[in-house]
């Protein structure tokens, strides 16, 4: 009877976050072999993550293989397929948001994705899900984090006064912060008449 293997959990994060775990890796037979990803107290093998695709490449020739480049705000990575599997990404493309679940690899120092799961969504998604990881992973912030955070608030608002302003949804996922932070300081520079909301959902800087 053949062995049957626990399906691995997988973990709804960011890609930011993927990106600052410890790979850990072993040497069975001479070759380098991915293990899971150290991430705090969790070992992550399989991911949930919604993203942005902002490349997409498919080779040509007899080797097939397609790659999507994401980000979510918070950083890039790579989502690849080989052979008959290239078929996943042939109704993907740049510039749609994706659901995707899939396994982690690690190859020749750079961690990847390998899909089994992949769907189109709405982009307000990515918001969403920031709001739903937040959730989950209370962090303490220190008095001069908070100050950096706002500083980088007034910072991105003064570079878009020559677009009469910035969303606060774009500044909530850029900006690489707790979204309730982030909305809390946006309150005070309101109140404080730093910034000014023109029509809802965008601010701009008033000095």
Known sequence: MA??????IAYKVRIGEILGGKPQIITEEGREKFQFLELGERKIIRVNIIANVVDKFVSEGDKKFATLTLDDASGQINAKTFGEDTKLFE?????????????????????????EIIKTIDPRYLLVRKLEIEKS??????????????????????????????????????????PNLISQEIKKLLEEGIIYEPRPGRVRYLG
């Open 3 to 8: 062995e049957i293997r626990k399906r691995e």
């Open 91 to 115: 109704e993907i493309n740049q510039g749609q948001t994706i659901m995707i679940i899939g396994l982690l690899r690690y190859f020749n120092n750079e961690i990847y994705i390998l899909p």
């Open 137 to 178: 992973m209370p962090q303490e912030i220190k008095t001069e984090e908070v100050k950096a955070i706002r500083d980088q608030i007034i910072d991105m608002i003064k570079k878009e006064e020559e677009n009469e302003g910035i969303d606060i949804e774009r500044l909530v996922m850029e900006i690489k912060a707790s």
